[in-house]
């Protein structure tokens, strides 16, 4: 995936006036896979691998070649539900890999990865459908991006009706 075209402001003061920046490219590749493990159990997961950099930087030449802001190599997630009508339950890892970012004069940090667990309950009657979930199990602290953190421990409810 290339990323061209993209736009700049030369002179902060002039709102009017845009140049064209630069060139990104990710590269990589991404596994899914959702299966039937037996009549009850069900798993699905995926594993995407990936290297996304600053090709071209007009407006900071000193970014070419730098990894782009908050990506990481390697990220994925595993899940597995079990089904037994009308309850249904389902418990899960995602995974994130090490980030970079990059200070105001473009020294490289790092973010750390993270793993988090995930879990929630479900029930199903006629066109009503009851789920309670956990998010963040462990309440793992993390960084979403260099600016954001991740959410702590959450318990969510939800009741939904299919007309």
Known sequence: LEHANI??????????????RGKERSRGIELSALGRLHPQWYIRGSLGLMSAKVLEDKASPEREGNHLQNTSDINGNLFLRYVARPW?????????????YYTAKNVEQNISGFTRWDAMVGYTASDWTFTGAIQNIFD????????????????????????
């Open 140 to 163: 793992k602290q993390y960084w979403r991006s260099n600016d954001m953190p991740g959410t702590p421990l959450a318990i969510m409810l939800k009741a939904s009706y299919k007309f």
């Open 88 to 100: 249904f339950a389902e418990a899960g890892v995602t995974h994130i890999g090490e980030r970079y």
């Open 7 to 20: 736009r700049y402001r030369p002179d902060p003061d002039d709102l009017t006036r845009w140049e064209l």
